[in-house]
């Protein structure tokens, strides 16, 4: 798992916030699709667009409470990259707000949504609660904060879909999730498709 997650978050890390964020919503959608595809009566009905997808996965129950939340929120933010030409950064304030609000980071760091960087001497420092006494001033670091997300809810999302993501260089990588981060159980199914 830490050497699948560590590709994947350095494919993240290689691109601009807009790259990110737009190709991280196509990883997304063909994860669904191909969940969609592999299930025989979700194939009869396959969705089209990314937002029916995600909700088809948890009207099939392929994805939890959280991951839908989590997984419309990556959406509205790609949307807004793809359609307001300004928007260039994940550390805009109102960016920034969503991307404390994930709840699938939660099942990983307890303080998410807290996590804050501040400027010091010898360079900069995360932090959650108070400012280090050292502190220079705050940091901006929503696009950091949300790559770290992105490593989490993809490797969540492909585990428990039982799929294979594909990075950038052609690498097939399966992930193998911790417990923690791991959805709740599937209502009479065992497995997603």
Not at 93 to 113: A, C, F, K, M, T
Not at 115 to 133: D, F
Not at 143 to 152: I, P
């Given at each position: 798992m830490d050497q699948a997650r560590a590709l994947l978050?350095?494919?993240?890390?290689?691109?601009?916030?807009?790259?990110?964020?737009?190709?991280?919503?196509?990883?997304?959608?063909?994860?669904?699709?191909?969940?969609?595809?592999?299930?025989?009566?979700?194939?009869?009905?396959?969705?089209?667009?990314?937002?029916?997808?995600?909700?088809?996965?948890?009207?099939?129950?392929?994805i939890d409470e959280d991951m839908l939340a989590d997984l419309n929120a990556i959406r509205e933010i790609r949307n807004r990259f793809a359609h307001e030409s300004e928007m260039n950064s994940l550390n805009e304030v109102d960016v920034e707000s969503v991307v404390n609000s994930l709840r699938i980071p939660r099942r990983l760091y307890y303080d998410w949504g807290e996590i804050r960087a501040a400027e010091v001497s010898r360079g900069a420092v995360l932090y959650s609660g108070s400012p280090p006494e050292e502190a220079l001033g705050d940091l901006r670091i929503g696009g950091l904060l949300f790559r770290m997300a992105l490593t989490a809810i993809l490797a969540l999302l492909a585990s428990e879909l039982h799929l294979t993501l594909e990075l950038d260089d052609g690498t097939a990588t399966s992930f193998e999730v911790i417990d923690q981060l791991r959805l709740s159980d599937w209502p009479d199914k065992g497995h997603p498709p």
């Amino acid at each position: 798992m830490d050497q699948a997650r560590a590709l994947l978050a350095r494919d993240l890390n290689d691109k601009s916030d807009r790259a990110c964020v737009i190709g991280v919503c196509a990883s997304i959608d063909r994860l669904l699709s191909d969940a969609c595809e592999r299930n025989s009566a979700a194939s009869k009905r396959n969705p089209r667009s990314l937002a029916a997808r995600i909700a088809f996965a948890h009207q099939q129950s392929w994805i939890d409470e959280d991951m839908l939340a989590d997984l419309n929120a990556i959406r509205e933010i790609r949307n807004r990259f793809a359609h307001e030409s300004e928007m260039n950064s994940l550390n805009e304030v109102d960016v920034e707000s969503v991307v404390n609000s994930l709840r699938i980071p939660r099942r990983l760091y307890y303080d998410w949504g807290e996590i804050r960087a501040a400027e010091v001497s010898r360079g900069a420092v995360l932090y959650s609660g108070s400012p280090p006494e050292e502190a220079l001033g705050d940091l901006r670091i929503g696009g950091l904060l949300f790559r770290m997300a992105l490593t989490a809810i993809l490797a969540l999302l492909a585990s428990e879909l039982h799929l294979t993501l594909e990075l950038d260089d052609g690498t097939a990588t399966s992930f193998e999730v911790i417990d923690q981060l791991r959805l709740s159980d599937w209502p009479d199914k065992g497995h997603p498709p």
